[in-house]
């Protein structure tokens, strides 16, 4: 394949997100562009183009039969929204050859560079000194031996060791924290490699100084961490909910907050935006953060990088290897989670 021909159907991202503008000149010298501007394709250009593209590229794909029937020469359809939506036929893809692709890997570098901001600003009480200034309460060379703790050889655990947690944990190593994961489907071999050790989910959350929930959600794991979980982890410890507000019970979380026992680090909610009113807000062991983790200038164009990469290896004639390939489980854990927080995530942030 020489120069294929390319569907981009950003909105309601921007193309300007995706792409910086080398990687945009890349984009149109590597491939024909079909469309690729900051509105809704208009439904006769997506058919025509259906025709006769190699490559999908949209942030809300529906691929059916029918859309395959019409896409003779489809190859890949990637989905920049951040997760495998439930209106594609994968079985259907599946059988015709046409790789489906999530930009899900494209969020690692700004996310976990957060991560590790809401890590550092819980352990070391920064956020609720700062609080304290205001009102004539800061704690002047006090050390907190209740609520903060050093990140240099602390027990951080993982929940879900995807590609998010994995830089996480990059980031974190000039700290050599002691680092767990609960994620069934980690090889252990690979666990071995980044040297983390798998423990269950009751392990973790009882022996870890900061839990770090950064799994990927699924019809399974909805309410994964709920009372009794929170109830395992050591008083003080810090829970640090960078993934889906699916993953947790928020409830549980707030009345452990409020409660003392623990203290949390907030980037996504249950609904979005949270109202004025919730007592969360007034909530003095919380740091919360308005689903911002990859809001950064260019915090997204990583994903742009991906594509790229992978468009090269179409041309090539070589399999994906950038983005994330729908297969088996993949498919299983994300497509068809439709809560709050997801649909916030297509709105604005992720």
Not at 260 to 282: K, N, Y
Request: charged share 20%; with cysteine; proline share 6%.
């Amino acid at each position: 394949m020489t120069r294929p021909v390319v569907i981009l159907d950003a909105h309601w991202r921007q193309v300007g997100e995706l792409f910086s503008d080398s990687d945009l000149r890349r984009l149109h010298d590597m491939a024909e562009v079909i469309w690729g501007r900051d509105e809704p394709i208009p439904a006769d250009v997506l058919r025509d183009g259906l025709a006769r593209a190699h490559v999908l590229i949209a942030a809300s794909p529906c691929v059916d039969q029918a859309t395959l029937d019409a896409a003779p020469h489809l190859r890949m359809v990637i989905e920049v929204s951040g997760a495998f939506p439930d209106t594609i036929d994968y079985a259907a893809c599946a059988a015709r050859g046409v790789e489906v692709l999530s930009c899900a890997p494209g969020f690692r570098q700004s996310v976990a560079e957060m991560t590790l901001a809401m890590v550092l600003a819980g352990a070391r009480g920064l956020v609720a000194e700062h609080e304290g200034f205001r009102t004539g309460r800061e704690s002047w060379l006090a050390d907190n031996d209740a609520t903060d703790f050093t990140l240099f050889g602390a027990s951080v655990g993982f929940v879900g060791y995807g590609s998010i947690a994995r830089l996480t944990h990059d980031l974190m190593r000039p700290f050599a924290p002691q680092v767990t994961a609960c994620d069934p489907w980690l090889p252990a071999d690979i666990a071995n490699a980044a040297g983390v050790d798998l423990v269950s989910l009751d392990d973790l959350m009882a022996h870890s100084r900061c839990v770090i929930v950064a799994a990927a959600p699924s019809h399974e794991n909805k309410g994964l961490i709920g009372a009794s979980e929170i109830a395992r982890m050591p008083k003080g410890a810090l829970l640090v909910l960078i993934s889906r507000a699916h993953l947790v019970d928020f409830d549980a979380v707030l009345a452990a907050t409020q409660g003392g026992h623990i203290r949390a680090a907030i980037d996504v909610f249950p609904s979005e935006p949270v109202a004025a009113d919730h007592p969360m807000r007034d909530n003095p062991n919380l740091i919360l953060s308005p689903h911002r983790a990859a809001a950064v200038a260019g915090g997204r164009q990583l994903i742009g990088q991906l594509i790229l990469s992978d468009l090269a290896a179409l041309i090539d004639g070589k399999p994906p290897a950038a983005l994330q390939r729908a297969k088996g489980s993949n498919v299983t854990a994300l497509a068809g989670v439709g809560d709050a927080t997801q649909v916030a995530d297509m709105a604005s942030q992720r």
